[in-house]
């Protein structure tokens, strides 16, 4: 089996070859055919969160994050063998079948992961993240719930489906009483581009999109953004309010950085909502005494949950949603995508492919 692992924290990843492993237990075997290459594993590749203030990077491995790790969490799968004790328990899935790998583990005993919401876990065993993932030509899973078959979906433009597009989904979900107005999301990347995309298929009027960067905001207005902003220009609060042509309900930041956000803030209006999504870094910027002048109400929202995933997915068949763009590169350019990201080179994703 060959991966790519994070060997150390800001050094090139490190090809591995070792033995394929055997699933036991209720494990199952797939050999991955794509693994999405996310914003999220450049932090996990970098070794922490940029918390502003002055203070303290948060740090991966102060959150449990051990090395060498095989990272990607938004991976897709053939079924090559399932574990003893899964096989009576395949949810209707069987050997030769494609499926999306649900990342998002927790401990899977805690009230919490009872309740079907393992991605709020206190004590996360997430795959790509702290258990290996699908950068890599195999992985295991640890049971076949985790396993959506794809009945028929592309597998290159269906695995950012397990993080990008849960994620943008779960945030969507939480603005959902603002769809008959536009809303604002900052953001014009894969995640950005998922969230108009799956704006449209739930209802919503629509979105006025913000990014610093002209061809991602090109890239918005083709696949429906109502209208674009540079979030650099000096007038943008006015031009978003312009745009908006009237009050303005609902931020989501898929950025999330202290600019953003403050930018996200100034141009809601009384009880409105800011969804905080994206793990830029930094501090908050906000006035305190207008949170409550303006009644704002500021959520964080992290990933989805698997029922949210399976809800997506089916939404994806019915309204055959267009996949967002995304850039297929084999797995031996595990690197080179990283670097793409993290230099902004990319429109939508790079998914490796096995």
Known sequence: MRSFQVADFNAPLKEVEQPTPQPSGTQVLIKVKAAGVC???????????????????????????????????????????????????TGGLKVGDVALVYPWLGCGKCETCLAGDENMCLKPASLGVYCDGGYADHMVVPHPKYLLDLKGLD??????????????????KKVEFAFNSPIVIFGAGGLGLMALSLLKALGGKGAIIVDIDPRKREAAEKVGALASVDGNAPDALEQLAKKAGGPIRAVIDLVGNAKTTQLGFDCLTKGGKLVIVGLFGGGAPWALPLIPIKAITIQGSYVGNLRETRELLDLVRARKIPPIPVTPMPLTKANEALVDLQKGRLVGRAVLTP
Not at 155 to 172: F, N, R
């Open 155 to 172: 597998p290159v433009t269906t695995a950012p489906y397990a993080c990008s597009g849960v994620t943008t989904y779960s945030a969507l």
């Open 39 to 89: 914003h999220s594993d450049l932090h996990i590749w970098e070794g922490g969160y940029d918390l502003g203030h002055g203070r303290k990077p948060l740090s991966l491995k102060d959150r449990g994050v051990s090395l060498p790790r095989t990272m990607g969490h938004e991976t897709v799968g053939e079924i090559l063998a399932f574990g003893p004790d899964a096989k009576a328990d």
